[in-house]
């Protein structure tokens, strides 16, 4: 989320204004903490030579098909002249900028990255579908001068194992691997790279090889605070993906039920549950998202993977995924957790008990909340995860 001294001047604020009965600064305070992440950019640079496959790359990681609207342009020719954005189609603070190769264009590494913007972006992943040339090294090392991070991609590696299969009478997809790493890295290495990390990927096949490791070390090396827009930006490429976004909303419960027990102090009955649910519409529209799981995003992973869309849908469960989210729904869903519907109930009565209403009321609001999302959190989880394997199945039997 936020780096600790940052989060710990926020939870300090948050505290001091309750302490105080300063319910407004407390809610503005909650939200500030919640939307500082919300708006937390990601600029992530994608070069390398023409023809490379940074386009598809740049395609796969939004989770969209190379012939959807909004998606990169492909080609065997260099179709990326000037410097593209590209925003995540669900997390628009997440941009990928699709830069012209740089043996396409005049200028040196320095000049290039003058060029290009170096300062707005947060690394630069180079890709090359063959061995990495002078141009990329040079381009490494002037990136690694101005004091930023870059990271290999070897792409295409599909089209290498399929190739090999043919030509080879014992193939064994290990041993291509092995073979086509230690290239590119002898290749680094030689041209002044010092202990070079390859990461071999396929666009097609994100959910093989290296782009998970890639992940790891993006999540490692990024600054705390902008690790989380790299998670929800991630496709659902494995099980541990859809479990850290999981954990990754999880750690903000609490906050979304501070807001609701500092709504539940005010002496106005209806207000607490007329806040709290539209609180949770926000909150249960950003899980659906975040997993994938609203119709645009199912549509897309029907599409690139095969799977039919129907069969995707077949194995959700829970009542808030692919539909719009709304205050009728929620309060649907609340009812029918037959504890939390109990706890609402006790939380308005409790606010007409001279004294010790309102405090009452305030620590039924926090716990109820809590518990809701909780719920309907561990319900959206499973059906990511069931989505995930149903898709899965569907690739490993053909």
Request: net charge neutral; with cysteine; aromatic share 8%.
């Amino acid at each position: 989320m936020e780096n600790p001294s940052e989060l710990d001047s926020f939870t300090g604020e948050i505290k001091e204004a309750l302490q105080n009965n300063n319910q407004s600064l407390a809610a503005t305070k909650i939200q500030e903490l919640l939307d500082k992440e919300k708006n937390t950019r990601l600029d992530i640079a994608i070069t390398g030579e023409s023809g490379s496959g940074k386009s598809t790359f740049v395609n796969a990681f939004r989770g969209i098909d190379n012939k959807d609207e909004g998606a990169a342009p492909t080609g065997c020719v260099e179709t990326t002249t000037e410097v593209t954005p590209y925003p995540h189609p669900n997390y628009p603070n997440v941009t990928f900028w699709d830069l012209p190769g740089i043996g396409t264009t005049r200028f040196p590494a320095d000049k290039y990255l003058k060029h290009v913007g170096f300062e707005r972006f947060d690394f630069f992943i180079i890709i090359s579908d063959t061995r990495f040339r002078e141009n990329d090294v040079k381009l490494a090392q002037e990136i690694q001068r101005m004091g930023k991070r870059f990271y290999f991609v070897r792409s295409k590696i599909d089209n290498d194992l399929r190739a090999e299969e043919r030509s080879q009478r014992d193939f064994s997809e290990e041993r291509t691997l092995i073979k086509i790493r230690e290239n590119c890295v002898q290749g680094l290495t030689q041209q002044g790279i010092v202990a070079p990390q390859v990461f071999l990927v396929s666009s097609f096949e994100l959910g093989r090889h290296d782009f998970s490791v890639l992940h790891e070390t993006l999540e490692r090396e990024l600054p705390e605070h902008k690790r989380n827009a790299l998670l929800m930006a991630m496709p659902n490429i494995n099980l541990e993906i859809i479990n850290k976004k999981k954990k990754g909303f999880k750690a903000k419960i609490k906050y979304f039920a501070l807001l609701s027990a500092v709504v539940a102090s005010a002496p106005v009955p209806g207000l607490s549950i007329a806040c709290d649910v539209a609180l949770l519409v926000g909150v249960v529209t950003k899980y659906v998202i975040g997993f994938g799981l609203d119709i645009p995003s199912l549509q897309r992973l029907a599409k690139s993977t095969g799977v039919p869309f129907k069969d995707l849908m077949a194995v959700i469960i829970s009542p808030v995924a692919t539909t719009k989210v709304t205050s009728d729904l929620i309060l649907k869903v609340i009812t029918s957790f037959s504890t939390t519907a109990v706890l609402m109930a006790a939380e308005e009565v409790s606010r007409f008990i001279p004294i010790f209403g309102i405090p009452a009321s305030v620590a039924l609001s926090f716990i109820t909340t809590k518990i809701i999302l909780n719920n309907i959190l561990s319900m959206l989880a499973e059906d990511a995860e069931n989505v995930f394997k149903r898709a899965l199945k569907m690739n490993t039997s053909v």
